[in-house]
């Protein structure tokens, strides 16, 4: 046992705060009775202002893997050729997905240092004169490497090439924590999920479905029960589900939306940012290299850092969990013990993020990994140019 509130700084699932965790602590209610249908009818409503969408928003009681699974059988046929990029892992599982289910992705394939690249994705699509391709899919957060995919940049892309493809984004570490449009960007199917930047625990997935994709299901060959928009579409409608919901989640839900829109969520993306600023400023001051090469790219969410060769990723996490009760997030398969992965997302404010580097800098000396001190000096300098103004002013 340790004193004191642990670290929990992987890159999702983020910290829950205590409004929600108290805002779930509440019996479970009937949810074919009369008082849910105010529960489901505001979550309903309230994740559309979320996704920034006027169109239909369905809630899955799943981890994320479900909404991704959802989006693609209830828009494809069997074997149906789907673009993907291999932006990292979880846009790689996204792919064995689709293959599992019997589909044709094609993979742009990339060395996981940067988002997707739309020249690449346009590229693709003007040599598919005969519209073989029914959906572009991208990673708008690609959790395993810190990389942000310019998602409007894809949908001009698509638009550029004269291709009808479906658009396909999954914001499952990004919704609430990065800027997103889906209405604005054109996006026909966002996937996301309940535990990373809407800070509650894992258990809920979600998609938000263009007009467009909700036609182009209706036809869409692929066999689906559980995941059916259209089961779910009619009692959505007034407020209900078509089977059981996570209901104490969705209480959970409501809260994190009421904070979101409390700070506003242009507050809520600008905070994500310059946190992740200092993050970079405390890794370049480590003398260490941040596994994303694109500036503009590098994601607002988590920080990936690589290790100087010869020295193991897991071994430091290791200590700094053992030394200072603090959980970084893993390299996963192709970075696997090459980089570690500073979460800054969800329910965070400066001075946690001041523990969680002071954290790392102490690790980095633990474990015995070259780096220069300083790094959390370079982050405080960067997290006080926010009050630079106001004390110019006094
Ligand atoms: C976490 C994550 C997933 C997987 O979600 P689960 O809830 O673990 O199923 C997929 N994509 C991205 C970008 C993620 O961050």
Redesign the pocket.
Same mark, same amino acid.
């Given at each position: 046992m340790t004193a004191g509130r642990h670290f929990l700084q992987i890159?999702?699932p983020s910290n829950v705060p205590d409004r929600i965790l108290r805002a779930m602590d509440y019996p479970t209610m009937d949810h074919r009775g009369p008082a849910f249908a105010d529960v489901g009818r505001k979550a309903l409503e309230g994740m559309k202002s979320i996704f920034k969408t006027e169109s239909r928003v369905v809630i899955y009681p &799943?981890?994320?893997?479900?909404?991704?699974e959802a989006a693609l059988v209830n828009t494809l046929s069997p074997g149906d050729t789907v673009l993907m990029y291999e932006t990292g892992h979880?846009?790689t599982?996204?792919k064995s997905l689709a293959q599992k289910l019997d589909l044709n992705p094609v993979f742009i394939e990339s060395d996981w240092r940067a988002g997707a690249d739309p020249a690449a994705i346009e590229e693709r699509l003007r040599a598919d004169k005969g519209h073989e391709i029914k959906a572009v899919c991208v990673?708008?957060?690609?959790?395993?490497t810190g990389s942000v995919t310019p998602v409007a940049d894809v949908r001009r892309a698509m638009d550029a090439a004269g291709h009808p493809a479906l658009l396909m984004a999954?914001?499952?570490?990004?919704l609430a924590s990065v800027e997103f449009k889906h209405d604005d960007w054109g996006v026909d199917v966002t996937?996301s999920? &309940?535990?990373?930047g809407l800070m509650l625990p894992?258990g809920l997935?979600f998609n938000a479905i263009s007009d467009k994709a909700m036609k182009v299901s209706e036809a869409a060959g692929l066999k689906r029960a559980y995941w059916s928009w259209a089961d779910m579409a009619g009692p959505n409608d007034t407020g209900y589900f078509p089977y059981t919901p996570a209901t104490n989640l969705l209480y959970g839900l409501n809260e994190a939306i009421d904070m979101l829109h409390e700070e506003g969520l242009d507050n809520v993306f600008a905070r994500h940012q310059r946190h992740a600023a200092a993050t970079r400023a405390a890794v370049k001051a480590w003398g260490l290299e941040v596994l994303c090469q694109v500036p503009e790219h590098r994601s607002p969410v988590l920080t990936a850092v690589m290790v100087p060769e010869g020295h193991s990723a897991d071994n430091f996490r290791a200590v700094t969990l053992r030394n200072y009760d603090m959980s970084l997030g893993n390299g996963l398969s192709k970075v696997a013990d090459r980089v570690f992965r500073i979460g800054h997302l969800g329910d965070f404010n400066d001075l946690m993020l001041c523990g969680t580097l002071s954290g790392v800098e102490m690790g980095l000396r633990d474990a015995g990994i070259p780096y220069r001190a300083g790094g959390v000096q370079a982050a405080l300098e960067v997290l006080g140019q926010k009050f630079d103004a106001a004390r110019a002013a006094a």
């Amino acid at each position: 046992m340790t004193a004191g509130r642990h670290f929990l700084q992987i890159p999702g699932p983020s910290n829950v705060p205590d409004r929600i965790l108290r805002a779930m602590d509440y019996p479970t209610m009937d949810h074919r009775g009369p008082a849910f249908a105010d529960v489901g009818r505001k979550a309903l409503e309230g994740m559309k202002s979320i996704f920034k969408t006027e169109s239909r928003v369905v809630i899955y009681p &799943s981890s994320g893997t479900g909404a991704w699974e959802a989006a693609l059988v209830n828009t494809l046929s069997p074997g149906d050729t789907v673009l993907m990029y291999e932006t990292g892992h979880f846009a790689t599982l996204w792919k064995s997905l689709a293959q599992k289910l019997d589909l044709n992705p094609v993979f742009i394939e990339s060395d996981w240092r940067a988002g997707a690249d739309p020249a690449a994705i346009e590229e693709r699509l003007r040599a598919d004169k005969g519209h073989e391709i029914k959906a572009v899919c991208v990673v708008h957060n690609e959790t395993s490497t810190g990389s942000v995919t310019p998602v409007a940049d894809v949908r001009r892309a698509m638009d550029a090439a004269g291709h009808p493809a479906l658009l396909m984004a999954d914001t499952i570490s990004s919704l609430a924590s990065v800027e997103f449009k889906h209405d604005d960007w054109g996006v026909d199917v966002t996937v996301s999920g &309940s535990q990373k930047g809407l800070m509650l625990p894992p258990g809920l997935s979600f998609n938000a479905i263009s007009d467009k994709a909700m036609k182009v299901s209706e036809a869409a060959g692929l066999k689906r029960a559980y995941w059916s928009w259209a089961d779910m579409a009619g009692p959505n409608d007034t407020g209900y589900f078509p089977y059981t919901p996570a209901t104490n989640l969705l209480y959970g839900l409501n809260e994190a939306i009421d904070m979101l829109h409390e700070e506003g969520l242009d507050n809520v993306f600008a905070r994500h940012q310059r946190h992740a600023a200092a993050t970079r400023a405390a890794v370049k001051a480590w003398g260490l290299e941040v596994l994303c090469q694109v500036p503009e790219h590098r994601s607002p969410v988590l920080t990936a850092v690589m290790v100087p060769e010869g020295h193991s990723a897991d071994n430091f996490r290791a200590v700094t969990l053992r030394n200072y009760d603090m959980s970084l997030g893993n390299g996963l398969s192709k970075v696997a013990d090459r980089v570690f992965r500073i979460g800054h997302l969800g329910d965070f404010n400066d001075l946690m993020l001041c523990g969680t580097l002071s954290g790392v800098e102490m690790g980095l000396r633990d474990a015995g990994i070259p780096y220069r001190a300083g790094g959390v000096q370079a982050a405080l300098e960067v997290l006080g140019q926010k009050f630079d103004a106001a004390r110019a002013a006094a």
